[in-house]
């Protein structure tokens, strides 16, 4: 007979072990409720991709590229380039991705992403526009989840915004309505740096950058975006918890807090 404890008797004891802590303003790898793990980034990973950057958030690692094609613009936008955010949880990240189409929750976190980038005005997407009502530019942001270990959301987003600062779009000029490609590279025309913070709810108390044992326990999370003027550019709540009033103005004093540091960080 076996006298190793069950996986499920095991990790039952963590998540108790965890919650006590927690009650007691403490956590499980250390950190005090308002602190988020280690971040490193390192950008220009992908020789092929117009912009890209790994981004390391404690364990939980994403890549991002960045693409950038020509199409038709919006009928309702025709002065306006192209944004797109796709997402894909890689198989390899974690026992519960599956192959296959992307499933709600990639959907999910990849509007999370473009919401945060679209509402802040990160691109300036006029200045993506070719020829008005017929051609522009086309930006493809592609996230990747290469481990997850919690908080794919600031982690993504993170990526995401690094790619773009780090991504550059071919000089061109237009003549007689037709485009032309000239020598060089320039970067995109960057407005506003949005930076994703979530915090999560576990018995009534806050905490910032939840890691994966921390939201298999949690009541809810809400991600706040912060634009570079201080001023909330979107906002997600996920999970069956509540967040009083009082809460909501306190995630949003943290965040707003927290967006500093984190956008020093990406802009080095």
């Known amino acids: 007979m076996s006298v190793t404890p069950s996986t499920e008797v095991v990790a039952k004891i963590r998540q108790r072990h965890l919650i006590e802590l927690i009650a007691r303003g403490k956590r499980l790898d250390g950190r005090d409720l308002t602190d988020c793990r280690e971040i490193k980034i390192e950008s220009g990973v992908i020789d092929k991709a117009e912009g890209s950057t790994l981004v390391n958030l404690g364990n939980t690692k994403v890549m991002a590229g960045v693409k950038i094609d020509t199409g038709e613009p919006f009928p309702d936008t025709p002065n306006e380039g192209i944004l797109t955010v796709n997402a894909e949880l890689v198989p390899l990240a974690s026992p519960t991705f599956e192959l296959g189409p992307p499933n709600e929750n990639a959907i999910e976190l990849a509007r999370v992403v473009d919401r945060s980038l679209r509402e ?42 690094a790619a773009l600062l780090n991504a550059k779009m071919p000089n061109y000029e237009v003549k007689e309505g037709e485009l032309h490609i000239k020598e060089g590279h320039s970067k995109l025309p960057m407005k506003n740096l949005p930076i994703t913070v979530t915090i ?5 108390k806050l905490l910032v950058d939840p890691f994966l044992s921390e939201e298999q326990v949690m009541d809810a999370k809400i991600s706040i975006a912060i634009d570079k003027d201080e001023k909330i550019c979107s906002m997600q709540k996920s999970g069956l918890g509540i967040f009083t009033l009082e809460m909501i103005r306190e995630s949003v004093k943290t965040a707003l807090e927290k967006s500093k540091a984190l956008r020093k960080i990406v802009t080095g």
């Open 120 to 161: 802040s005005k990160a691109i300036d997407l006029e200045k993506l526009c070719i020829v008005p009502g017929k051609k522009v530019f086309v930006v493809f942001i592609d996230v990747y989840i290469l481990n997850h270990d919690g908080n794919l959301v600031d982690a993504s987003a993170l990526a995401a915004l």
């Open 200 to 204: 999560a709810k576990i018995n009534g």
